[in-house]
């Protein structure tokens, strides 16, 4: 299904999953956990692409067993930092011989350890007038409601996800946050200066407090001390921290539903658990 008929039922909310490509290349246990995942039978399930193409096959073979194991609707990511034109063409190719119709178009970050980088494409429009002009792809593209770490302000990024809108993206996911304030005055502005696509909050059920401070360390995502005191209290127990983590996520999201949105993206960190049980918490 394209992601115009996912999200064009206005009154069902959606539940997408993402998961990322294991460091090990070992697939084996992620394809357990998408089978479970499969059971929600979600609107979709993206996997993320390495900068560069780093883990290029193992996504890739990840979006297969998706596609053609699970029969399951996937979304790829793909960067196209670091990548020539030509390669970008045929990953595109490629992933339109599989059948499949949407993408999350980004521009990724210049990782360290690539000698040659190319610039071919400077940023996801440059990549998003790519697919308008040449592909059939429907794509998605990424939002920051509390700002793109390198961004001059809000407004430019919303400004950003404007032209996106404009060049045709069908969705916005947006970067994980834990304050929902963030993402309401984030919505409340793209509404004012136009912006009609839906935007699809980004939720991630914390399963391991150093990991919760690594990816606000990493992604400039703001958090309360008091989030952070909250999950410090359950660190020397694992279950404890899951635990934690479903009822942080499933409040955060009840809040979000009555706020109006049309859907919820887990940031699964490749566990079914945790969303699967938000997800029966919150319908
Ligand atoms: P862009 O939209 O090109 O730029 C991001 C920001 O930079 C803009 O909002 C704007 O503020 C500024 N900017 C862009 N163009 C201009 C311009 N011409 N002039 C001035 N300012 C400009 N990374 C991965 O490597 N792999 C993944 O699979 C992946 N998945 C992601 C999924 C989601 C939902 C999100 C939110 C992020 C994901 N990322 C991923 C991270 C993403 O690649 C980085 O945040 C990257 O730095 C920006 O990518 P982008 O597509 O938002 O870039």
Redesign the pocket.
Known sequence: MKLSEIYSNKSKLTFSF?V?PPKNGDTQNLFKELAKMNEQKPALI???????GSNRNT?LNIVKELKNNLKQPVMP?????CSNKEYIENYIKEIENLGITNI??????E?QEIEVCYRDF??????IKYLKKHSELEY?????PE???????LN??????LK?QSLGAKV?????FFDNQSFYNFFDICTKKGITLPIIP?IMPIINYNQLKRIVEL?GTKINPKVIQYFEKYKNSKEDTIKAGIEFASIQCEKLINFGIKGI?F?TLNKARSSIEVIGNII
């Open positions: 993402e990322f993206s996997v993320t692409y390495g900068a560069g996504s990511h793909f960067t196209c930092v999350l178009a980004l521009r990724g970050d990782p400077k940023s996801a429009l440059d990549l998605a593209v990424a939002a920051y700002k793109h770490p390198k961004a001059k302000s430019q990024d919303i400004g950003i996800l996106k916005a996911y947006t970067q994980v980004g992604s993206h940031y």
